[in-house]
Structures are given as structure tokens and as C-alpha cells.
């Protein structure tokens, strides 16, 4: 069956995670991607957070699936001679080097313009224009500088970074869009163009709820979150709101049976306006329906630490999973919070391909996960990522068209 992106060609000049998130979705679609990493050190993150000696790291194999590596010193005359030859043979160059680090090699926009007017150069980069574009970003920075970290907690803590790699991985998928959009355009005026996602950015269009209720505080208090049943008064800017809903229907975490010794043993559930009767009855409170107290949205919002109370001490006599069985069938929506450990045992997630098995080289069999998006003419089959330097000889001699006299030079000079 044909892929998506057949035919399309990356220069691969991603590491860490924010760049390789956004190749390795590209390969999933039919990309041949193609890696660039300086010989005998490559991505750093092959060697990093190392959990079997000797072996390329989890973290370097569960981000660069589905890719060709060729081994590339770009800041010697050979390296340059190559990566030339590279940006005319490809469609899409994607970088997330420092800022001003492509510039510093010589094969800034302009430059690539000049040798490939049709290339499509996409970068990954902490800021935008403006104050703070040159320093150099990482996960956390950016979700502190996108207003993730200040309306992540609770009221009363500190600021909190989420599990989610909204910043890396995020950017990766924001990356991913421009990306594709730009070869759409391509297609009608046979240009190029640079697509730039920023990190902050990309967290910001995640946290797009919170910006919202910054404006909404003029108008009064945000009288969803529990601090306004709590009557605790609102500041100048959207706060922390714990576990309280994203929307306007009130919600919470809730302890489940087994809460005691399992850390996960814990609900999300939501008092759906549509359903309240039915949430009444299921927790055993069917006076609550006719008492004005409690009968609509606007009078229950200041009693949700009492009415979550009484719902608790329903969840609390069920596990998570009977939580779900109870309320799925009557629209009440809930949620179990899954652990790791239960997702990685998930058996629908293997049927999907959501959760994969790889087999390496250097490690053996590993867990990944794997597309998250499924396209019903694009099979995914994930496949391991690459040895440094795998596929060097191969690229250079199949996709350049180098000779084996020109390929020993290379090596020879330290190039490749
Ligand atoms: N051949 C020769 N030189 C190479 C090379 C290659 N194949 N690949 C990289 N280099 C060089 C770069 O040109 C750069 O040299 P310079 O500093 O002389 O210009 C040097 O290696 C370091 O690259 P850099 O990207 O600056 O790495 P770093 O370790 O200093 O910084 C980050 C890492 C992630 C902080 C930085 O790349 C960054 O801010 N990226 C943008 C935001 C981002 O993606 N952050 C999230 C990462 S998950």
C-alpha cells in the first residue's frame, strides 16, 4: 500500500526529543527520513538516562523509529561537500539546533534557498522573535514560559511542570502541521518556505483554556474553579485550580477502593450538568434533584466541596474500573487514572498499535509507542531506530550517488 508521504525526502538535523518527535511522525507517514548525527558521537541522547550498558538509550530508540542515520561532520570541507549534495536531493530540512547554530555551519535560509529553492526548511526553537530568542530551551522552560507551569497545581503550592511533554513533544507535532501544510503549498507555487515553531508558542495554543479565563476574570470571579465555592477571592491573573475541570462542567480526582496502598487507585469524575439525576442516584443522594440547593449548575457551584465529598464516599467503595462500568452506561463521564504499568499491560493499545514491541540490536525486545494517529490507507508498521551511522554508506552511495572511491575519501578526511 502507497504512504502518505512517499516519495518525500527529510534532511533529519533533529535531537533530543522536540525535533526527532516531529521526523519520526513524518516517517510514520511514508517519509524516507534521513538522520544526520556527527560520527562517533550522535544524538546525545543515544547515550543518555543508558539503562543496558553499551545499548543506545530508551530515550534515543523510542523517538527515532522508521529513520536512516548517516554519520555527517558538517563543519569540515568534505562534510559540506556532502550535506550540499543533501539539501538539493531533499524536500524538507528540519533542525532544532541552538539558535544560529545552521547560520554558524553555513547553511543558513538563504543559503539553502540558493541551493534549494523548492526546500522546505522547518525549525523547532525555544522562542519566536523577540527578547529571549537566542537563549537555549529545554522541556520545562518552556512550559514555565508558555503558562503551563503558572496554572498547573494547586492554589496553595508551587508551580507544577505536567508528565506530558507538551513542550518537546508538542512542539514536534506543531512542527509536524507546518511541515505538511507547506508541501501543500509547495504543490501550487513550487516554493519552499521556513516554518518555525516556537516552544512557547506551542504550549501557550495548549494552555489557549487558561487565556481564556484570564479574560474572563474581569468579569468576575471564575466561578467553576473551587476556590470560588471556597470563597477564597481571585487575583489578577487565571490560578492554579488543582484537579478542577478545563471546562465549565465542575470535575475532580476522587479516591477509589484501594486508594490506601495503590497510588493510582483514583477517578476522574464529572458532574455533567445533562446527567446530575442520574449522578444522584447512582451516589445515593435523590434528594438532591428537587432541593433548589442542588437542582441546577449555578446553585451547586457553591457546595462542590460537599457534593464531590458525597461522590467520593460512593467512589471509595468501588475500584476505578467499576466506576467506569457503573457510570459509562448512564453518560456520567469518569475516567480511571491508568499508570504506566497498566497502559504498557493494556492488551486493546497492543491491538492498536498504540503501545508496540521492537525488537534491537543492542538491547532487545523494547516497548514504544507507537502512531497515535491512524489513517485507514497508511498501516503503520514501526520499525527500530537506527545504529549511528547505519545507513551512511547506503545513503551516500544509493540517494547521492557517490562512488566508492568518493566514499573513502569522506571517511578518510573524518567527514562521514
Ligand atoms: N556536524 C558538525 N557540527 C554539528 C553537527 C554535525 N553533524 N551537529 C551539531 N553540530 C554542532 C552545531 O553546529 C553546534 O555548533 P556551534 O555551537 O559551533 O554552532 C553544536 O553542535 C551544538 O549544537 P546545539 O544545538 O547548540 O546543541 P546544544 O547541546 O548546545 O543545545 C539545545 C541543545 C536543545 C538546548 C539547543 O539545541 C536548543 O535550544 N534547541 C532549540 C530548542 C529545542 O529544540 N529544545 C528542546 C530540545 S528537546
Redesign the pocket.
Known amino acids: 500500500m502507497s504512504k502518505p508521504l512517499d516519495g518525500i525526502r527529510i534532511l533529519d ?1 533533529t ?5 526527532p518527535t516531529c521526523t519520526q511522525l513524518l516517517a510514520w507517514m511514508g517519509a524516507d527520513v534521513i538522520k ?3 560520527p562517533g558521537v550522535g544524538d ?1 541522547t543515544r547515550k543518555q538516562l543508558v539503562d543496558v550498558e553499551g545499548a543506545d538509550s530508551l530515550y534515543f530508540t523510542m523517538l527515532n523509529h522508521n529513520k536512516r542515520s548517516l554519520t ?4 569540515t570541507p568534505e ?1 559540506k561537500e556532502v550535506l550540499t549534495k543533501l539539501v538539493k536531493e531533499c524536500d524538507v530540512l528540519v533542525e ?7 547560520d ?2 553555513g547553511f543558513g535560509w538563504e543559503a539553502i534557498q540558493d541551493l534549494n529553492p523548492r526546500m522546505i526548511m522547518a525549525s ?3 522562542f519566536g522573535p523577540g527578547p529571549y530568542e537566542e ?5 520545562n522552560v ?1 512550559q514555565c514560559a508558555g503558562g503551563s507551569a503558572s496554572t498547573t497545581g494547586f492554589r496553595d503550592g508551587v508551580p507544577v511542570v505536567t508528565g506530558a511533554q507538551i ?2 513533544s508538542g ?1 514536534g507535532l506543531h512542527l509536524a502541521f507546518g511541515i505538511l501544510a507547506a508541501l501543500l503549498q509547495r504543490e501550487k507555487t513550487g516554493r519552499g518556505q521556513r516554518v518555525l515553531a516556537a ?1 512557547q508558542d506551542g504550549v501557550l495554543n495548549l494552555c489557549r483554556v487558561k487565556l481564556r479565563d484570564q479574560q474572563r476574570l474581569k468579569a468576575g470571579p471564575l466561578k467553576e474553579y473551587s476556590q470560588f465555592g471556597e470563597g477564597i477571592p481571585f487575583g489578577e491573573a487565571t490560578p492554579r485550580a488543582g484537579n478542577d475541570s478545563g471546562g465549565g462542567q465542575p470535575g475532580r480526582i476522587l479516591k477509589c477502593k484501594g486508594w490506601e496502598t495503590d497510588p493510582d487507585a483514583y477517578t476522574y469524575f464529572i458532574t455533567q450538568a445533562a446527567v446530575w439525576e442520574k449522578i444522584c442516584d447512582v451516589i445515593g443522594k435523590p434528594e438532591w434533584k428537587e432541593d433548589p440547593d442542588y437542582a441546577t449548575p449555578p446553585a451547586r457551584l457553591p457546595h462542590l466541596n460537599e457534593i464531590f465529598g458525597a461522590i467520593e464516599d460512593w467512589t471509595m467503595t468501588k475500584t476505578k474500573y467499576e466506576v467506569m462500568e457503573i457510570c459509562n452506561p448512564l453518560d456520567i463521564p469518569v475516567g480511571p487514572i491508568l499508570s504506566m504499568k497498566e497502559l504498557a499491560e493494556e492488551p486493546s493499545l497492543r491491538e492498536t498499535g498504540t503501545i508496540v514491541e521492537c525488537d534491537h540490536p543492542e538491547r532487545g525486545p523494547y516497548l514504544s509507542v507507537g502512531c497515535p494517529v491512524k489513517l485507514s490507507d497508511n498501516d503503520v508498521t514501526v520499525t527500530r531506530s537506527p545504529l549511528l551511522g547505519e545507513h551512511t554508506d547506503e545513503v551516500l552511495s544509493e540517494v547521492l550517488g557517490y562512488s566508492a572511491e568518493d566514499i573513502a575519501r569522506f571517511k578518510q578526511a573524518g567527514a562521514v
Open positions: 538535523f535531537h533530543v526529543q522536540s525535533g544526520v548525527e556527527r546525545a555527517l561532520n558538517s563543519k562534510g532544532n539546533f541552538a539558535p544560529g547554530a545552521l554558524r555551519m523547532v526553537k525555544g537563549c537555549k530551551v529545554y522541556e518552556a513542550g518537546d512542539t516552544m
